[in-house]
């Protein structure tokens, strides 16, 4: 038998968490869970709406446009979603498209 993996994922500034099955994209498995942790786009790493900042855990990534995530900010931790395979657990940031998480609404 295969037990497969999950990794826990928890997504700070949302107060919100979900698992990944080992292997699955990162933004993908959220939509499965039916989570609204990261904002979704185009799920093909052409929008940039996804970013992330990973805080702690392990994951690669395919292959992410520098106009979106670029050399600093890949070694910072910034990550598109849609591009993620975590490797362990993961305690992430979400809304940093055009630094949403900075603008305030009345
Ligand atoms: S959803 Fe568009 S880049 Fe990830």
Do not use: W
Not at 49 to 72: D, P
Request: aromatic share 6%; net charge negative.
């Amino acid at each position: 038998m295969n037990a497969q993996r999950h990794f826990q994922i928890q997504v700070t500034n949302r107060q919100q968490a979900f698992s990944v099955p080992e292997g699955e994209l990162l933004l993908h498995a959220m939509e499965k869970a039916c989570q609204q942790a990261i904002q979704v786009g185009c799920r093909g790493g052409g929008c940039g709406l996804c970013k992330i900042k990973v805080l702690e855990g392990a994951f690669h990534t395919k292959r992410m446009s520098k106009a979106h995530i670029n050399e600093h900010e890949a070694e910072a931790g910034f990550a598109l979603a849609c591009r993620v395979f975590p490797e362990s657990d993961l305690v992430i940031e979400s809304d940093y498209f055009n630094d949403l998480s900075t603008q305030q609404t009345a």
